[in-house]
C-alpha cells in the first residue's frame, strides 16, 4: 500500500479549485483571497510528501501472565523514518478477554528525530492462549495530507495461567505411599516429626541416640520419629463440557473457570508438600501431565490447564479407563460438574479400583438462573433442567453410598474434612470375611 492523500488533502485541492475558478471567470478576487491558501496548503503537503513506508515492530515486557496480570503492548518505529513523517497513530483490535489501558486501545505520538515508541497497557482476565490482533497503525505526513496503512507482520501471544487460588489442606492423607513426601505415616521411621523414646535396639543409628536420657536411667536410649511419606494425588479435571456463565477474574465463574482454577490450585499445595502430583483431562484422548514432583512440574500442569477449553475428541468409559489407569493406592479428586454418565460411571471404576476418590463439585451455585433460556423452548427448557438436576442429586447419593464424599469447591479447607474423614477409614483395621 502506498502513500494516499487524506481526505482533507482532497477537500483542499477541490475547494482551491473551485474558488479561483469563480474568481477568473467571474472577476472575484474575495474567492482568489479564500482559494490560494487553500492551494498553497496542497501544494505543500504534495510537495513535502513521504516516500518511505514505516516499519513497525511489536513486542510484549511479558507473555506469561496469571489471571488479573497485565503487560505493556509495545509498538515501535525504528530509527530512520522518513523525517516528512509528522504523525503515527495506532489502534488495537478489541480482543476477547483483555482490557486495554486507554480503554480505546489507540494512542498517537508525534514523530520526532530517532525512534518512535507507542504503549498499551494489556490486562489478561481469564485463563488461556489467546492472540492479540495485529494492530492497524497509521502514518500521517506534514499537515495531515497523505497517510499509510502498515500492519506489522509480527504476531503476539499471550498465555494467561490460572490464578492459583489461595488452597490449603491438612496433612491428613490416606495411605501415603512413599519416603519423600511432607507427610506423617503411620510407621516409624526417618522423619521430622517426634514420635516418642525407646531403649535402643540393634540396628539404630548411632546419631539418634538420645544422650539426656541415656544418662538419666544409665541405658541407651532413642529418639523414634515418623517417616516422612509422600502419596500420589491424581487430579482429574473434566473438560467434557461447560456449563454457566465466565466472566473472567472479575465476574462469574462458569463450571470449566471453577475446575481449572482449582486444579491449579490443589496441585501447587501438593507439591510443594513434596507429593507427586499427575493430571488427568478427561475431556480429550491426548492431553495429561504424568506424575512429577517439583516447580517445574507445576508449571507443566499449569501449561496443560491453558488448553483446557479447546475441545477434544470426547473419550467414553472404556477408554477412560484403559488410557487413565490409577494405582490403588492413590488419591483421586475429581473436579467435575457431575452431570456426564461417563464421568460418573469413571468415578464408581475408580472406587471397585480400590482408590480414594473424592468428587470436587463444580457446578456454579446459580446455574438455574444463568442457563441461557433464550437459546431453547422456554415452556420445555426450565423443567428440563430441573428434571436433569433431580437426576444428578440421585446420583451423588449413589456416589455417597459408595463412599465417595461431594464437596462443592469453596478454595481454602474445601477438602480439610474429608480428607479426614479418609485418612481416618484407611487407618482404620480391616474386617475380613
Same mark, same amino acid.
Given at each position: 500500500?502506498?502513500?494516499?492523500?487524506?481526505?482533507?488533502?482532497? *477537500?483542499?485541492?477541490?475547494?482551491?479549485?473551485?474558488?479561483?475558478?469563480?474568481?477568473?471567470?467571474?472577476?472575484?478576487?474575495?474567492?482568489?483571497?479564500?482559494?490560494?491558501?487553500?492551494?498553497?496548503?496542497? !501544494?505543500?503537503?504534495?510537495?513535502?510528501?513521504?516516500?518511505?513506508?514505516?516499519?513497525?515492530?511489536?513486542?510484549?515486557?511479558?507473555?506469561?501472565?496469571?489471571?488479573?496480570?497485565?503487560?505493556?503492548?509495545?509498538? &515501535?518505529?525504528?530509527?530512520?523514518?522518513?523525517?516528512?513523517?509528522?504523525?503515527?497513530?495506532?489502534?488495537?483490535?478489541?480482543? !476477547?478477554?483483555?482490557?486495554?489501558?486507554?480503554?480505546?486501545?489507540?494512542?498517537?505520538?508525534?514523530?520526532?528525530?530517532?525512534?518512535?515508541?507507542?504503549?498499551?497497557?494489556?490486562?489478561?482476565?481469564?485463563?488461556?492462549?489467546?492472540?492479540?490482533?495485529?494492530?492497524?497503525?497509521?502514518?500521517?505526513?506534514?499537515?495531515?495530507?497523505?497517510?499509510?496503512?502498515?500492519?506489522?507482520?509480527?504476531?503476539?501471544?499471550?498465555?494467561?495461567?490460572?490464578?492459583?487460588?489461595?488452597?490449603?489442606?491438612?496433612?491428613?492423607?490416606?495411605?501415603?505411599?512413599?519416603?519423600?513426601?511432607?507427610?506423617?505415616?503411620?510407621?516409624?521411621?526417618?522423619?521430622?516429626?517426634?514420635?516418642?523414646?525407646?531403649?535402643?535396639?540393634?540396628?539404630?543409628?548411632?546419631?539418634?541416640?538420645?544422650?539426656?536420657?541415656? !544418662?538419666?536411667?544409665?541405658?541407651?536410649?532413642?529418639?523414634?520419629?515418623?517417616?516422612?511419606?509422600?502419596?500420589?494425588?491424581?487430579?482429574?479435571?473434566?473438560?467434557?463440557?461447560?456449563?454457566?456463565?465466565?466472566?473472567?477474574?472479575?465476574?462469574?465463574?462458569?463450571?470449566?473457570?471453577?475446575?481449572?482454577?482449582?486444579?491449579?490450585? %490443589?496441585?501447587?499445595?501438593?507439591?510443594?508438600?513434596?507429593?507427586?502430583?499427575?493430571?488427568?483431562?478427561?475431556?480429550?484422548?491426548? &492431553?495429561?501431565?504424568?506424575?512429577?514432583?517439583?516447580?517445574?512440574?507445576?508449571?507443566?500442569?499449569?501449561?496443560?490447564? %491453558?488448553?483446557?477449553?479447546?475441545?477434544? *475428541?470426547?473419550?467414553?468409559?472404556?477408554?477412560?479407563?484403559?488410557?487413565?489407569?490409577? *494405582?490403588?493406592?492413590?488419591?483421586?479428586?475429581?473436579?467435575?460438574?457431575?452431570?456426564?454418565?461417563?464421568?460418573?460411571?469413571?468415578?464408581?471404576?475408580?472406587?471397585?479400583?480400590?482408590?480414594?476418590?473424592?468428587?470436587?463439585?463444580?457446578?456454579?451455585?446459580?446455574?438455574?438462573?444463568?442457563?441461557?433460556?433464550? !437459546?431453547?423452548?422456554? &415452556?420445555? /427448557?426450565?423443567?428440563? /433442567? &430441573?428434571?436433569?438436576?433431580?437426576?444428578?442429586?440421585?446420583?451423588?447419593?449413589?456416589?455417597?453410598?459408595?463412599?465417595?464424599?461431594?464437596?462443592?469447591?469453596?478454595?481454602?479447607?474445601?477438602?480439610?474434612?474429608?480428607?479426614?474423614?479418609?485418612?481416618?477409614?484407611?487407618?482404620?483395621?480391616?474386617?475380613?470375611?
Amino acid at each position: 500500500m502506498s502513500w494516499r492523500p487524506t481526505h482533507a488533502q482532497i *477537500r483542499a485541492i477541490c475547494a482551491a479549485a473551485v474558488l479561483l475558478a469563480v474568481a477568473v471567470l467571474f472577476r472575484r478576487p474575495d474567492a482568489a483571497v479564500f482559494g490560494l491558501p487553500l492551494a498553497f496548503l496542497a !501544494a505543500w503537503g504534495r510537495f513535502f510528501r513521504p516516500r518511505e513506508r514505516p516499519e513497525v515492530h511489536t513486542e510484549l515486557d511479558a507473555d506469561v501472565l496469571f489471571e488479573g496480570q497485565g503487560t505493556t503492548y509495545r509498538l &515501535r518505529v525504528p530509527d530512520g523514518v522518513d523525517p516528512d513523517i509528522d504523525l503515527i497513530v495506532a489502534a488495537l483490535p478489541r480482543t !476477547a478477554w483483555f482490557q486495554y489501558d486507554p480503554p480505546q486501545a489507540a494512542i498517537a505520538e508525534p514523530v520526532s528525530n530517532g525512534e518512535v515508541t507507542l504503549e498499551v497497557g494489556v490486562r489478561s482476565k481469564r485463563w488461556g492462549l489467546r492472540s492479540l490482533e495485529r494492530p492497524t497503525v497509521t502514518a500521517t505526513s506534514s499537515v495531515g495530507a497523505y497517510r499509510i496503512q502498515v500492519t506489522s507482520v509480527e504476531s503476539q501471544t499471550v498465555t494467561t495461567l490460572p490464578l492459583r487460588e489461595g488452597f490449603e489442606a491438612v496433612d491428613a492423607v490416606p495411605r501415603p505411599a512413599g519416603l519423600v513426601g511432607l507427610h506423617r505415616s503411620r510407621r516409624p521411621g526417618e522423619g521430622t516429626e517426634l514420635a516418642g523414646v525407646r531403649p535402643f535396639r540393634t540396628g539404630d543409628r548411632l546419631r539418634r541416640i538420645n544422650w539426656a536420657v541415656s !544418662a538419666r536411667t544409665q541405658e541407651l536410649h532413642v529418639t523414634s520419629t515418623w517417616s516422612d511419606r509422600d502419596t500420589e494425588v491424581v487430579i482429574m479435571v473434566d473438560t467434557g463440557g461447560e456449563i454457566g456463565v465466565s466472566e473472567g477474574i472479575d465476574g462469574r465463574s462458569s463450571s470449566l473457570d471453577t475446575a481449572v482454577r482449582a486444579a491449579a490450585a %490443589v496441585a501447587e499445595h501438593y507439591l510443594r508438600n513434596g507429593d507427586r502430583v499427575r493430571l488427568i483431562d478427561t475431556g480429550s484422548l491426548f &492431553r495429561g501431565v504424568r506424575s512429577g514432583s517439583g516447580r517445574a512440574h507445576l508449571r507443566r500442569i499449569l501449561d496443560t490447564l %491453558v488448553h483446557a477449553d479447546r475441545r477434544g *475428541r470426547q473419550q467414553d468409559e472404556e477408554q477412560l479407563a484403559r488410557r487413565n489407569r490409577v *494405582r490403588s493406592d492413590s488419591l483421586v479428586l475429581v473436579l467435575s460438574p457431575l452431570l456426564r454418565p461417563v464421568m460418573l460411571g469413571y468415578i464408581v471404576t475408580l472406587v471397585h479400583s480400590g482408590c480414594t476418590v473424592i468428587a470436587i463439585d463444580t457446578l456454579p451455585p446459580d446455574v438455574e438462573s444463568i442457563m441461557d433460556v433464550d !437459546a431453547h423452548d422456554s &415452556r420445555s /427448557w426450565p423443567l428440563a /433442567w &430441573r428434571l436433569r438436576l433431580l437426576e444428578r442429586r440421585r446420583d451423588l447419593d449413589r456416589l455417597s453410598d459408595l463412599g465417595v464424599p461431594t464437596v462443592p469447591w469453596r478454595g481454602s479447607g474445601t477438602l480439610d474434612e474429608v480428607l479426614r474423614d479418609a485418612a481416618r477409614l484407611s487407618a482404620a483395621p480391616r474386617i475380613r470375611s
